[in-house]
């Protein structure tokens, strides 16, 4: 029954944004509900010891309760750093109350759709769910309806709406196999795993590959990922760091989904060589251009182009130690990310500048954000005792030890580089001076407690992985090993 | 046999919109697609007496036929834009990339799909290849509407798919499937106008500010 007070809450914010005016209590309490529903969320992947289905339309098994986790994690972050952040830019004037008032009905949109996506059974209602959730934050990419934010959700929005016309073209390829060969009747993922052995081998591997070009476009995967650093560096930050940190990741959710079916089917070979190749052409991408990357929120989001690569690698390598690291990379990824573009979010109101090669003394000029971006970009490039360090390892671990060695070895190689490209744009922000008028800023308590809740994680993690989320990441990957 | 004219109606309604020049030309071409796409629908119910696909049908009608047609009509009217498409690729070249497009359906189709049936495979391929031109169309084209007109398209073609080789989806999968399209075209259709007010043009090549 959790599962509907998580409904329940952003809907009842969602009445909140249209009847509160006060934009700074609306903020406080959209924060608050989504504390209740991490809460909510975390309770339930705690205490879920069997598949929960309700009404035979949701199905939360531990990867649905996995991800809902990170997703409410990563949600009730940018709830708390959006309160000050919106109340100070309509402060500064650069939109209306009304419009403010707009930001917290679509964030709670957008929130909603994400929150959909990992527990419901239909494969169509995943679909579903996935479209609603571009196009709740297309506005909010939108949202500064300046010509450069323009063009981006435009970008955005017909890109992934392309991309996902292919899933949806996947899903009904998988729909007819299940009904012609194998009976089934219905689209519930519970039915399709369980006839999968009787599916046509054939169609189900076109069906796949139209699967992970059309939800890989989503995910960010290269070469399909042309919107994301759009997107990402021109949509409100708070955003930027949902886009990121689980929009991404709900999308390979259902990857991960299908790619279940497909493993019972025809074997997990297939599926491991696809997500390997578009796993390392993605670093490859990514590593070319976070070399030469100086805008600051378009240089994370190539990371994330990068980080959602090394998901893929681990998804492909597989084994329990390969999706175990797969999965723990996903909760790192999303906790870090958002970190980092909560911490852009304020270094370029602070210097009205996006160049990172212009930006200098962030330490000085703003002392809390600016070491909080700067350990961020240290353990977003894998530096030890972070927790992205940690997963990677785990990652590589797992690909030396099946003898995966020409795969591993170029995930490593594509590591070092980057890791090299993201210190020497840090050593740029990190010395030099401030500029001599430039005050020193203070940030508010609300968003050093997003960017300390944050920190938590990332360090929690990479010393040890708490018993609780160890369990919740096991029984997960348990789900990705069916056989 | 009327399963076959219509099929041959949407296809070459999709090359008519291939060669088309002008803004409410394509429209229609689209609404013309949409009409036979509700034939074979209404066909397919009757044959199979399936109460979800007349409903299905009706919708088919409802929105695009009548609701989405007339909404990017009512745009192009409203934003006084010059009406031509723009073309990267002209008329007679893009027709001929649709046959190219729809031989290499024709081939994925017989020597991939392998499916058994022989129906099935002429409408997946007729569905692929219906799927393909609307990218096409979304791709060599530079006005902004004409790229709501190729993803609608490509839904068509989708839908194509989905009627006749699996009978329609689990109903209630097609239902939240158009609502989700009837949303996604008035956002875009937001979109549109915004950019005009903007840009005061609607060419998608020229929003190019954005790189590396």
């Known amino acids: 029954m959790h599962i509907f007070c998580i409904f329940a809450i952003p809907l009842l914010m969602m009445l909140g944004a249209l009847g509160i005016n006060n934009i700074r209590v609306l903020g406080r309490l959209n924060a608050f509900g989504y504390a209740v529903i991490l809460g909510y969320a975390a309770f339930l992947a705690y205490t879920l010891k069997q598949p929960l289905v309700l009404f035979n339309f949701f199905y939360i098994d531990a990867l649905s309760a996995f991800f809902l986790f990170v997703i409410a994690l990563v949600t009730s972050a940018a709830a708390l750093f959006s309160i000050e952040y919106i109340a100070k830019d309509l402060a500064a004037g650069a939109f209306s109350q009304k419009k403010a008032k707009g930001y917290y009905l679509l964030f709670n949109l957008f929130s909603l759709s994400m929150f959909f996506v990992p527990v419901v059974n239909n494969l169509g209602m995943v679909w579903v769910g996935i479209e609603l959730t571009t196009l709740a934050s297309a506005f909010l990419v939108g949202f500064y309806n300046n010509k450069a934010s323009l063009e981006a959700a435009w970008k955005y929005i017909i890109i992934c709406s392309v991309g996902i016309i292919f899933a949806l073209f996947g899903t009904i390829i998988f729909y007819y196999t299940a009904s012609h060969h194998a009976g089934i009747n219905s689209l519930n993922w519970t039915d399709m795993a369980a006839g999968a052995k009787n599916l046509n081998a054939n169609i189900v591997k076109i069906a796949f590959l139209f699967i992970l070009v059309g939800y890989g476009t989503k995910a960010g995967l290269a070469p399909m990922h042309t919107w994301l650093p759009d997107a990402h560096s021109q949509a409100i930050s708070p955003v930027s760091a949902m886009l990121s940190g689980v929009l991404l990741k709900t999308a390979l959710y259902a990857i991960l989904r299908f790619n279940v079916i497909t493993n019972i089917c025809v074997g997990s070979q297939y599926t491991s060589r696809l997500f390997i190749l578009f796993g390392l052409i993605s670093l490859g991408v990514a590593c070319l251009f976070l070399l030469v990357q100086k805008h600051i929120k378009r240089f994370f989001a190539y990371s994330s182009i990068e980080h959602v690569g090394i998901i893929s690698v681990g998804f492909g390598i597989g084994g329990s130690l390969g999706f175990y690291a797969a999965l723990l990379h996903i909760f790192n990824h999303a906790v870090t990310k958002s970190l980092l573009f909560f911490a852009a979010a304020d270094v370029v109101k602070k210097y009205k500048k996006d160049n990172m090669h212009i930006i200098k003394g962030v330490v000085n000029a703003l002392p809390f954000t600016g070491i909080m971006l700067v350990l961020g970009m240290f353990a977003i490039a894998g530096m030890p005792p972070f927790s992205i360090f940690f997963s990677e390892l785990l990652i590589l671990i797992a690909g030396f030890s099946k003898g995966a060695y020409a795969v591993s070895s170029l995930l490593l190689l594509f590591i070092v580089v980057i890791f090299g490209a993201i210190i020497f744009h840090l050593s740029q922000i990190l010395f030099g001076k401030k500029p001599q008028d430039m005050p020193v800023g203070r940030e508010a308590a609300s968003s050093k407690l997003a960017f300390i809740i944050l920190m938590i994680c990332m360090c929690v993690v990479g010393f040890r992985v708490p018993a609780f989320l160890h369990s919740l990441i096991s029984l997960a990957a348990a789900v990705l090993m069916k056989v | ?212």
């Open chain 2, 1 to 212: 046999m009327h399963t076959y004219i219509f099929l041959l109606g949407i296809l070459v309604m999709t090359y008519f919109m291939m060669m088309v020049k002008r803004l409410p030309a394509l429209i229609n071409g689209f609404r013309w697609q949409s009409l036979f796409l509700f034939l074979l629908t209404l066909l397919l119910a009757k044959r199979e007496a399936d109460g979800a696909l007349y409903v299905v049908a009706g919708l088919i009608f409802l929105l695009k036929v009548v609701l989405v047609p007339y909404f990017l009509l009512r745009i192009v009217k409203r934003i006084k834009v010059n009406e031509n498409l723009g073309f990267f690729m002209n008329p007679q070249l893009s027709l001929l990339s649709g046959l190219l497009l729809t031989y290499l359906s024709y081939l994925f189709t017989f020597k991939v799909m392998l499916l058994a049936d022989r129906m099935q495979s002429v409408s997946f391929a007729l569905s692929l290849c219906v799927t393909l031109m609307g990218l096409f169309i979304m791709i060599f084209r530079m006005k902004a509407v004409v790229q709501i007109v190729g993803l609608l398209v490509m839904e068509n073609g989708l839908f194509l798919t989905a009627v006749t080789m699996c009978g329609g989806m689990p109903f209630i999968v097609e239902l939240s499937t158009f609502l989700d399209i009837f949303i996604s075209v008035i956002i875009l259709g937001v979109f549109v106008y915004r950019i005009n007010t903007l840009f005061t043009h609607i060419d998608v090549n020229k929003l190019d500010s954005l790189r590396g």
